[in-house]
Every structure is written in structure tokens, then in C-alpha cells.
């Protein structure tokens, strides 16, 4: 008998197209605050209208998509939260990630995806200047704030990675610190780290504001700056570079990484944590879409598999390198030594 042959379909293709849809409906949710309304028992149409002062005839077509999306669930004439949704969209869930849309959803960003034929061309972002890297920019001030919420969870898995409890007496360089929550959660565990934060002054102010509610103002300190060229200090037992060098062609990571290799003490390591795709590059999915992303957004910058920044390591005169898993999310941690 042959094997049976998987009828062609458009399916994929038309959803694909009409992605923008999902978007703007769970954009439109969030505004409403419809999942924390029925969280908090406004579970019918007419009391979720009431409640976010929305016509019943909107409320009703997008509590319908937002249940066929998987986010709501019906019964009846009544919705519940999702297991997911309560999480992460309830804004009275300490894991709300909601106000990670004002980051995301930047009309710079988003208007550059209008363009994407011609990034493709030309292999790199069309955004004015140097993209989302260029000095200063305020769009690191909406990143700090919004995605401090996403971040929480893997800073705490990585300071628990780290063995931070164990309060060895640790110098730490939190590179592009942005909400400095990675820092932070360093400090928190260890009494006994002293978090040096690098980043724009803008930024700076919002990872300052963290360490404040965090208990660890005091062993918080702020170097004001491009990563590229202020002076780091010496001596460091730990440079942290969550979430950065994806931004940046493998030169550019290559020179960063030899002033973090000056810097750190003997002995010292580097841990980066970022999106690291297999190396095929389609997998896992998530990691390896975030390609995508940096083609947009910047001028050289990937989702690098772990062969990638193991010869950028090496190049930059690192003895070793070491891939690591996070026990929960898309991240993986490399752990180069000196």
C-alpha cells in the first residue's frame, strides 16, 4: 500500500496572512482589561461591558476570538480565564506580562515589518540610523519598563543557576542592564554581590528604581554608557550579558567581548543568556524566529547558535564555553571562563 499523501492545503497560509488580526484583537483585550474583568467575576457579556465600557456587540465578537485563539474559554453565555491567561494576563497575577505590548508593539518596530521586503534585500534593518541600537534611544527606557515583568522569572532562574546563595564575595558587571532585574535577583540571593549596572543614563534610572524596591540600593551601582566605550572597571567575577549581543554582527561581538575578557578577574566568567537556536536554526521555534526579529530591527544582528558564540569566545580569548539549559522558557545560558 503507499503511503498516505497529506492533501495541500491554504490553511497555514491564510492565517499567516491575516496574523495582524490576532495582534490587534489581543492588543485591544489588554487595553479593555478583559482578562482581569473576568478574572474578577465578570464573567457574562453584559457585565464585561459595563465593566470595561465597551458596546456588548464588541465585547461579544472579541471574547468569542479570543476563546477560538485559546486565551478564553465558554461555556454557555459565560468565559473563563485560560490556565495561561489567569497567569500572565490577569492584571492581578504577580506574572502578569500584559505591559510587555508597550515594548513589543513600538510603532518604530512594527512599521519597520511594513519594510520587510526590502530589510530582506538588503540584509539589514531600514530603520533610520542604527536602528534600534543607536545611542540613547528612549525605546530602551519602554523596554526596561515593560518587560521587567517577562524577565523576573528567568533573572531568578539565573541567579539560582549561579549557586548565588552560597555568598561568595562576587563583583558583578550587569551589561545593557535595561530593568537590571538579572542584577538584582543576584543580589538578592547573594548579601554578598556588589551589582555594577551598564547602561544608557535613561535606563539606568529604571534599574535604580528596581534595586530600590528590591532592598539592594545600597550594593547597586550605575556606570552611565554604550557598553562599546565606557570603561567597564576590572577585576569582575561575573559579567552578565542577558539579552544583548544577539543586537550585533559577529565583529562587533567579537571586540565587546575581548574588553569583557580584560575585565573580568582571574578566574571570572561571562554568562550570557539569550535566544540560542539549535544548529539547524528552525529550532525550537521560538528561538530561532528571533532572526526575524533582529533582521528588522538591526543593522547585523542574529539568533546565533552555540558553535557561533563558542568561536566568538574563543576568538576573544575565553578558555571555554559551556551551553546550559534554563528549566523553564525559550533562553539558554553560556558560561565562558577566562
Known amino acids: 500500500m503507499p503511503a498516505t ?6 490553511e497555514l497560509i ?14 485591544a483585550a489588554i487595553e479593555l482589561d478583559i482578562f482581569t474583568g473576568i478574572g474578577e467575576g465578570s464573567s457574562t457579556i453584559a457585565a464585561l461591558a459595563k465593566r470595561c465600557g465597551a458596546a456588548e456587540r464588541g465585547t461579544r465578537i472579541l471574547c468569542d476570538y479570543m476563546a477560538i485563539l485559546g486565551f478564553l474559554s465558554k461555556q454557555g453565555d459565560r468565559y473563563a480565564l485560560t490556565p495561561d491567561s489567569a497567569a ?24 519597520g515589518f511594513k519594510r520587510f521586503t526590502e530589510a ?5 534593518s531600514v530603520m533610520a540610523g542604527e536602528a534600534t541600537v543607536e545611542a540613547d534611544n ?5 523596554f526596561a519598563r515593560s518587560m521587567a515583568p517577562m524577565q523576573s522569572l528567568p533573572a531568578e532562574g539565573l541567579a539560582r543557576m549561579l549557586e548565588s546563595e552560597k555568598g561568595e564575595k562576587w563583583k558583578v558587571l550587569d551589561v545593557a542592564a535595561g530593568h537590571g532585574l538579572f542584577g538584582i535577583a543576584i543580589a538578592r540571593h547573594n548579601p554578598n554581590a556588589e551589582i ?3 547602561d544608557w543614563a ?13 532592598g539592594v540600593a545600597s550594593r547597586h551601582h550605575a556606570i552611565a554608557g554604550s557598553a562599546f566605550d565606557v ?56 528561538p530561532a524566529s528571533f532572526s526575524v526579529i533582529m533582521l528588522n530591527n538591526t543593522k547585523g544582528g542574529e539568533a546565533y547558535p552555540f558553535s557561533e558564540y563558542e568561536r566568538m569566545f574563543r576568538n576573544a580569548g575565553f578558555s571555554s564555553s559551556e551551553l546550559r539549559d534554563m528549566p523553564a522558557g525559550p533562553s539558554r545560558v553560556i558560561v565562558s571562563h577566562k
Open 14 to 27: 491564510f492565517e499567516t496572512l491575516n496574523a495582524y488580526q490576532r495582534t490587534a484583537a489581543l492588543k
Open 5 to 10: 499523501q497529506t492533501q495541500p492545503t491554504p
Open 202 to 214: 535613561k535606563v539606568l534610572e529604571v534599574a535604580g528604581e528596581n534595586a530600590r524596591a528590591a
Open 231 to 286: 570603561n567597564m572597571g576590572s577585576g569582575y567575577d561575573l559579567i552578565l550579558l542577558t539579552n544583548f549581543l544577539h543586537h550585533y554582527d559577529p565583529p562587533a561581538i567579537e571586540n565587546l567581548l575581548r574588553k569583557v575578557h580584560a575585565a573580568l578577574a582571574p578566574g571570572g566568567r561571562a554568562i550570557t543568556l539569550d535566544f540560542i537556536p539549535n544548529e539547524d536554526r528552525v529550532t525550537p521555534p521560538l
Open 138 to 142: 528612549p525605546l530602551w527606557v519602554e
Open 88 to 111: 500572565f494576563l490577569d492584571a492581578r497575577s504577580p506574572k502578569c506580562i500584559a505591559a510587555c505590548m508597550h515594548f513589543l508593539l513600538v510603532p518604530d518596530i512594527v512599521d
Open 196 to 198: 555594577y549596572a551598564l
Open 120 to 124: 530582506v534585500r538588503q540584509g539589514a
